[in-house]
């Protein structure tokens, strides 16, 4: 059976409605009852970062190192974790996310691995994250927020008190890492406010080309401000390593925020 110009391998329900895998010219994708793609593998290659927007989030490597620790919600396919986990030896990932079907096709379809540096709660990433901002103070170098459905950003995430307990949980020299869609312009501004606020207005968003989506970066205040010289010296060297697309993202950063750079990039 065919489906979004691809084959249908699995089709299953739960809640929360409807999970799909399509096959298109070597690539899986996971679906959640429409053509938008929330997870993408090249099957020689399942590795890689296959999606723009995916990649164009690992730009908070041209501001920091390797990670010690890790929060993300809204696990997906799993594209970020498994990078995550190939790339980075010593790192510890705490993944979030709301639907165990998710999860579940995640292991079967998507080569997640069951690796003891990965630790996998079931649970709702906006109040998973409020409840406990205490108990996991200062804990995170990341803290990459990936949590949209068929309907748009899920709903406990979208309150200034998420983003304080963000800010809350990451250590001093961290970063938070969230996808956002630009079609929806009230709701950006929205949370591009609160970010604000939490973050001090040390924020930096990244729009994906010939994409809906914007990567927001913010920047707890530890994170030193680098020069412009010193990231395209750390892109090329990125670049040779991760196969990704940094030095373009350097180039987006400084064109689409003029205003705000001053706060962590320099001349």
Same mark, same amino acid.
């Given at each position: 059976m065919y489906k979004y110009e691809g084959q249908l391998l699995h089709e299953s329900h739960d809640d929360d409605g409807i999970l799909e895998v399509i096959e298109t010219q070597g690539v899986r994708s996971l679906h959640f009852g429409s053509p938008a793609r929330?997870?993408?593998?090249?099957?020689?290659?399942?590795?890689?970062?296959?999606?723009?927007?995916?990649?164009?989030?690992m730009a908070w490597l041209l501001f920091t190192d390797a990670p010690e620790k890790v929060l993300i919600i809204g696990l997906g396919g799993g594209s970020i974790t498994k990078y995550l986990l190939h790339h980075f030896e010593q790192v510890q990932i705490k993944a979030v996310e709301y639907r165990k079907s998710v999860v579940k096709i995640a292991r079967s379809h998507f080569e997640l691995p069951l690796d003891p540096r990965l630790k996998i709660i079931i649970e709702d990433g906006g109040l998973y994250v409020r409840q406990r901002s205490e108990s996991l103070e200062n804990q995170f170098n990341l803290l990459i927020l990936d949590a949209f459905d068929h309907e748009g950003m899920a709903e406990s995430l979208c309150n200034p008190a998420f983003f304080d307990a963000c800010k809350n949980v990451l @250590?001093?020299? !961290?970063? =938070?890492?969230?996808? =956002?869609? @630009?079609?929806?312009?009230? =709701? #950006?501004?929205?949370?591009?406010?609160? =970010? !604000?606020?939490? #973050?001090?207005?040390?924020l930096l968003f990244l729009p994906v080309p010939d994409k809906g989506n914007i990567i927001g970066f913010a920047f707890a205040e530890n994170v030193a401000c680098c020069s412009m010289k010193r990231l395209r010296e750390r892109a090329q060297q990125l670049e040779a390593c991760h196969q990704i697309e940094f030095s373009a993202f350097l180039r987006e950063f400084k064109r689409h925020n003029i205003h705000s750079t001053s706060k962590i990039i320099t001349s």
């Amino acid at each position: 059976m065919y489906k979004y110009e691809g084959q249908l391998l699995h089709e299953s329900h739960d809640d929360d409605g409807i999970l799909e895998v399509i096959e298109t010219q070597g690539v899986r994708s996971l679906h959640f009852g429409s053509p938008a793609r929330q997870s993408s593998m090249r099957l020689i290659a399942p590795d890689i970062l296959e999606l723009s927007y995916v990649r164009a989030m690992m730009a908070w490597l041209l501001f920091t190192d390797a990670p010690e620790k890790v929060l993300i919600i809204g696990l997906g396919g799993g594209s970020i974790t498994k990078y995550l986990l190939h790339h980075f030896e010593q790192v510890q990932i705490k993944a979030v996310e709301y639907r165990k079907s998710v999860v579940k096709i995640a292991r079967s379809h998507f080569e997640l691995p069951l690796d003891p540096r990965l630790k996998i709660i079931i649970e709702d990433g906006g109040l998973y994250v409020r409840q406990r901002s205490e108990s996991l103070e200062n804990q995170f170098n990341l803290l990459i927020l990936d949590a949209f459905d068929h309907e748009g950003m899920a709903e406990s995430l979208c309150n200034p008190a998420f983003f304080d307990a963000c800010k809350n949980v990451l @250590r001093s020299d !961290g970063i =938070l890492i969230l996808n =956002l869609w @630009r079609s929806d312009k009230a =709701l #950006f501004d929205k949370i591009s406010w609160w =970010l !604000g606020q939490s #973050f001090n207005a040390r924020l930096l968003f990244l729009p994906v080309p010939d994409k809906g989506n914007i990567i927001g970066f913010a920047f707890a205040e530890n994170v030193a401000c680098c020069s412009m010289k010193r990231l395209r010296e750390r892109a090329q060297q990125l670049e040779a390593c991760h196969q990704i697309e940094f030095s373009a993202f350097l180039r987006e950063f400084k064109r689409h925020n003029i205003h705000s750079t001053s706060k962590i990039i320099t001349s």
